[in-house]
């Protein structure tokens, strides 16, 4: 029994010792909460521009898209850097835009039938359920088995980001896959930003100080709101299909 004991005992500490920022998800989650609202607060806005000034939001999508691209990278670059007090107004218009520029896709399963509002809530839901169980999953992986899911997990979205970037270039021709690839296309990126949800939970105490909250919380709002996106996405798609 004692021998037991002591065996449990290391392997406690081995995996404590890998552990740079044992507290830093707990400190990045009031941070990535208050983010996901102003999410929702920017969403709500830009469905109120479709509805009300749609000739507008074209363009107001399109500069919110590039002013967004630019914040993420300054914010994030700030926040690494510990800069918290510049890093967090940085990142809460970010998170604003964020929900500007995804207000046409809830705009368009609000109108989807057998999508609607149910959907959006569904979608949403479906990623309070994967905080969850990602949080279980991560504390039964093993080292070797968490840095193989990370490593996965990474190939898979640089796949999946080519994937869209061609879909958008056909797109942009006046060339659209078919219904079954788009179902397919998006179930794969909800697996994978699942499997994203459990990567972050093992990585980010590994990678970050209890300190460095934001950038933590940072990495974790663009794992849910990606997995909501593509949650919408598949929903939208196999409620469409021919």
Do not use: H
Request: with cysteine; charged share 10%.
């Amino acid at each position: 029994m004692s021998n037991t004991s002591n065996f449990r005992k290391a392997v406690q500490d081995a995996k404590s010792q890998a552990l740079i920022g044992p507290n830093v998800i707990a400190n990045a989650l009031p941070w990535l909460g208050g983010g996901l609202v102003l999410t929702a607060v920017g969403t709500f806005g830009g469905l109120q521009v479709i509805q009300n000034n749609p000739q507008i939001f074209m363009p107001t999508f399109i500069g919110a898209i590039v002013l967004e691209l630019i914040l993420f990278f300054v914010a994030s670059s700030v926040a690494e850097k510990g800069n918290n007090g510049v890093a967090l107004p940085l990142l809460a218009t970010y998170s604003l835009l964020s929900g500007y520029t995804l207000s046409g896709l809830v705009f368009l399963a609000l109108q989807t039938e057998g999508v609607g509002i149910n959907g959006v809530g569904f979608a949403a839901l479906g990623c309070g359920v994967t905080f969850i169980g990602a949080n279980s999953i991560s504390s039964n992986l093993s080292e070797q088995d968490g840095m193989a899911l990370t490593k996965t997990v990474q190939l898979g979205i640089i796949a999946l980001c080519i994937v869209l970037i061609g879909q958008l270039l056909l797109s942009l021709f006046g060339i659209y896959i078919p219904s079954f690839l788009e179902v397919a296309i998006s179930a794969i990126g909800v697996l994978l930003f699942v499997g994203a949800a459990v990567v972050d939970f093992f990585v980010l105490p590994r990678s970050y100080r209890d300190e460095q909250y934001l950038p933590a919380a940072l990495s974790m709002y663009l794992t849910y709101i990606n997995l909501f996106v593509f949650i919408l996405r598949f929903l939208i798609a196999l409620n469409s299909r021919d």
